[in-house]
């Protein structure tokens, strides 16, 4: 599943005239394969161990053309920061306000539900590019540990 996402995101690349760097790849790799919605700083600790090369300035830039190619999408963080997440399909993201873990959620009712929030922003003249929900709450662990006090 991850070659076929992968090489989607590498054409939507050359459509786009971009330059397919090194970099580039093991970042695109990285966010492929991560369901952890990581921060910039996150993305450059784990990578530099296996790309010395790489600095923080790269990883910023290719997120920052990423998300203007709709190819990840950026998620405030409740530490002011912000996290990222592959964007191959719409879904929905609880977020911990406790801990701040991002756990994606699949509904297949989520496609027909997207759509009509692109048709609403359409309505008012909006040209939607990526729509991004978030729930807000309070997960699993986070509750568990509060029950164990």
Known sequence: MTDKRYDQAMERLKENNVRITPQRQIILKYMIETDEHPSVETIFHILEKTFPNLSMATVYNNLRLFKKLNLIIEMPSSDGGYRYD????????????????????????????????????????????????EIHGVCAECQAQEQAK
């Open 86 to 133: 592959f964007f191959d399909h719409p879904h929905l993201h609880a977020t911990c306000d406790r801990c701040n873990k991002i756990t994606d959620i699949d509904d297949p009712e989520f496609d027909q539900i997207n759509e009509h929030f692109m048709d609403l922003a359409k309505q008012k003249g909006f040209d939607p590019k990526v729509t991004n929900v």
